[in-house]
């Protein structure tokens, strides 16, 4: 799986979600499918699970914990929320594994092409919107990072 | 028997929509209350034909609007029973009056080592206030707890009370309980020792029917869009020996008697807590929700909600690894729960898929969540033109979305 995926770029793991999505006839199999990628994500080291990692959303609380190796950032996430821990794990898909600049060269749009778009607005405050932003300002500090290296 | 909900429906528009296909459910009105079409008509013929700033002007639109708000204060105080028009000041909601008296009775009264009692379910409206105020006159602010069953432990009351205790600030009805607390209790026992008591009524209210004057509170506080009526406009009832004593909250408008760079006077009550141009169309749509609720009659409604309550409460009940949060033998209007390995967010935002609205989250009462150790709750709110069929759907809906985990 993991080999497969770096072959694949940002943009082509999105559309093989996509289409994973697309076989959904109603939304309750599709929040299924999401609850259930949500229990099977691998949870987050506990010494990650910190307050400093934490990005607070109103409802649901998201850590997100992320290391720079070999030009790569690999991101480990979770939240309490399983809908949200689904939507997460998605999100690790595409981004953990990427150097800084294929993660700011991307914007998940699978999220709405699923048809799940309203988890990304700021008046759902899960916290998704925020990691989003977060993923990126870590890939842009790292970018810097390397440009002085 | 009443209510005829078909009837009744009929006025409120909006609930007659689908939502993600479903028809619509609305168990959030706890949160914002529905507006009878009598209220956005009423609110719509001021703003097309009349509008214009008040007590400010001698032209006729200006007279016309200055009437229509002094007429919806003196509704608001018939609604409430206040001895005259000059008690009921207009604000932009119960926050907002509940920071009035924090602030202004804070600076007339309270000093150093003095007391303010709260109770452990308050919504943090009345909780932030009073601590801001403490935090800047160095005194105490203390709670009283409620016991696991929602039920404020009104005996350990008497012996929290101190010399140094200048104002009890109690919920009506807690926002996330649903417990109808003592207040008539609490009252009588406060005024034998002179102590002032502010209720936070913007739960109790739309229950039931309020006297401040057999009440004898000191103060009374609500809003607007709990009452059917516009958001952006809230009442503070508060007793004239009090608010003559008490320094204005904000500076400006209509609360200025006159100014000049040495001294200002200040403007006589009411206005002299109402600075800046007010929500005059607020008022105007408050006053109007008051007169529809009034046709409807507030005591066969509050019988009606509170079975609504009773069906939703043990149809709950019925579900395996429910949680109730809350169970006050006198209980009014909202049910807080969780069910046992569902988060909150997630059931939300399942329900919404079946045109369900509830609440979920901290609900406004970190104490409260820290009292059960939960992060979060769910929360169905009821009103009068909730039915029984809706109940049904809403607990059939819960055993459908469990299975989902």
Known sequence: ?149 | MFPDISIIRKDFPILDQSINGKPLIYFDNAATAQRPIQVIEKMNEFSLHTNANIHRATHTLANKTTEAFESAREIVRKFVNAQEPAEILFTHGTTESLNLVAFSFGEAFISSGDEVIVTEMEHHANIVPWQMMCERKGAILKAIPFADNGELRFDLLDSMITEKTKIIAVAHVSNTLGTVNPIAEIIALAHTKHIPVLIDGAQGVPHFKIDVLSLDCDFYAFSGHKIYGPTGIGVLYGKRKWLDRMPPFMGGGEMIDRVTFAKTTFNQLPYKFEAGTPNYVGAIGLAAAIEYLETLDIQSIAAYEHKLLTEATSRLKQIEGLMIYGEAPQKAGVVSFNIEGIHPFDLGTLLDQLGIAVRTGRLCADPVMDHFGVENMVRASFSFYNSFDEIEVFYKALIRLKSMF
């Open chain 1, 1 to 149: 799986m993991i080999k497969n995926r770096k072959k694949m770029t940002i943009d082509e793991i999105q559309k093989e979600i996509v289409d994973e999505f697309s076989g959904f006839e109603d939304w309750m199999d599709k929040y299924s499918y999401l609850i259930e990628i949500g229990n099977e994500l691998s949870p987050i080291d506990p010494k990650y699970k910190i307050e400093i990692n934490l990005i607070r959303g109103c409802q649901s609380r998201v850590w997100l914990h992320q290391e720079f190796i070999g030009g790569k950032i690999i991101f480990e996430a979770e939240s309490d929320a399983l809908i949200v821990k689904g939507l997460v794990a998605l999100l690790l898909r595409i981004y953990s594994g990427r150097s800084p600049k294929e993660i700011l060269a991307s914007e998940p749009r699978f999220i709405d092409e699923i048809g799940l778009r309203q988890h990304l607005s700021p008046t759902r405050s899960n916290g998704l919107l925020a990691m989003v932003r977060q993923m990126k300002l870590f890939a842009m500090a790292y970018e810097k990072i390397s440009e002085k290296k």
